[in-house]
């Protein structure tokens, strides 16, 4: 295995998850590290924290590539005695690069939606829920069918089960014994899209928020419009990485280019216990 240059590793991955597809708040592409100097080994996560940069020191990755930003909002500091700092400094120290694919990487074909929608069990054709206006192949969000109909209960369950297992699981709204087939999904925060999914029988997506939330069910739910499953934003971005992981390496092969790549097993997840109410 030769060691490839981080820019041939970056025009890879732009190849398929093009800057130019990110939102224009974004902060997309390479956060840190030198592109002349050679790559062999990539970490792919969801999050650039400590946890994720103790993983690559010990593997010996020379590129971590996360779907979220570090510095989304900007700053004006990198000093050591800030957690981001402290990560920055760590890399630089370990000759790590930090590389970022966040909303392009939400609107690529196959891009994160995709990944979800195959980790929760849709196998056939998928479609973006909110096409991109120059390419209606690509968009936010996917919908399909299942192979069979469920009900809400057991797709739910099926769900689950194609998930990573966070604290919390999956919250569900609607009746469980409904049969459900069309099925709605979007990585991450799917407030925006929830008009948009109406037509499916169940939307699936992360951080749903309790008035967006109840409206759409008492407005849309007596109308036969979708049952909703919230589940944990890492969770529901985490199957993009093996899928990444994949496009990366054999894009590269087809150029004769051998890299190994590893998916995170850090849990970045920020919720870390549950306990219930007492009555």
């Known amino acids: 295995m030769f060691p490839t240059p981080l820019s041939v590793i970056i025009a890879e991955l732009e190849s398929t998850y093009d ?5 224009s708040w974004d902060a997309v592409g390479l956060v840190c590290g030198n592109p002349a100097e050679p790559v ?20 010996g990755a020379d590129l971590i590539v996360t779907h979220h930003p570090l510095y989304l909002r900007g700053t004006t500091t990198v000093a050591a005695d800030t957690a981001k700092g402290a990560l920055i400094h760590r890399l630089i120290k370990n000759d790590i690069a930090l590389y970022t694919a966040h909303t392009n990487a939400d609107v690529a074909n196959p891009g994160v939606s995709d990944a979800l929608a195959r980790a929760v069990g849709l196998t056939g054709a998928l479609s973006p829920l909110r096409p991109s206006p120059d390419d209606p192949s690509r968009g936010l969000g996917r919908v399909g069918e299942l192979a069979e109909p469920l009900t809400l209960q057991d797709f739910a369950a099926q769900a689950a089960r194609g998930l990573p297992r966070t604290a919390w699981g999956l919250r569900v709204a609607g009746d469980p014994a409904r049969l459900v087939r069309t099925i709605a999904v979007s990585g991450g925060a799917g407030d925006s899209l929830l008009g948009t999914a109406r037509a499916a029988d169940v939307f699936l997506t992360a951080d749903l928020r309790h008035h967006p939330a109840s409206e759409f069910m008492q407005t849309g739910a007596f109308a036969g419009g979708p049952a909703l499953i919230d589940a944990a934003h890492w969770a529901t971005e985490w199957p993009w990485l093996p899928q990444a992981a994949r496009l990366l390496a054999s894009g590269l092969a087809a150029k004769g280019i051998t890299v190994e790549t590893r998916v995170s097993q850090t849990v970045t997840d ?10």
């Open 40 to 59: 062999s080994k990539i970490l792919f996560a969801v999050d650039p924290v400590a946890g994720v940069a103790d993983e690559a020191v010990a593997w």
């Open 19 to 23: 800057p130019a597809w990110a939102e």
């Open 270 to 279: 920020a919720w870390t216990t549950t306990a219930q109410c007492e009555d």
